[in-house]
């Protein structure tokens, strides 16, 4: 299983990013798909997750700015990122749970500057 986040990057506050996790080694439409960050010196946590029928949830920090989606036939889940916040600052993770196993993506780094 192989999960490569992308699309961090530099952002002034109030702008948008859109993050991509590729998967591959997975029946990917039928896995939930979470995304996760962690900022420098705190411990990860769940920004929100999309289920394979496409309903998806998210933390309260972020509900109403950020929305996720998923592209079956691409292999793709994507993070909408909107109305940045500086404690959006984070390196972002996509996660995927699969026969009771953890797999991560290398992360994605996004700053957002006040």
């Known amino acids: 299983v192989q999960l490569q986040a992308s699309g961090g990057g530099l952002v002034q506050a109030g702008g948008s990013l859109r993050l991509s996790c590729a998967a591959s080694g997975i029946n990917f439409s039928i896995h939930t798909i979470g995304w996760y960050r962690q900022a420098p010196g705190m411990q990860r946590e769940l920004v929100g997750s999309i289920s394979s029928g496409g309903s998806a949830n998210y933390a309260d920090s972020v509900l109403g700015r950020f929305s996720i989606s998923r592209d079956n036939i691409r292999r793709r889940v994507y993070l909408q990122m909107n109305s940045l916040k500086p404690e959006d600052s984070a390196v972002y993770y996509c996660?995927?749970?699969?026969?009771?196993?953890?797999?991560w993506g290398q992360g994605t780094l996004v700053t957002v500057s006040s």
């Open positions: 996660n995927v749970v699969r026969q009771g196993r953890e797999f």
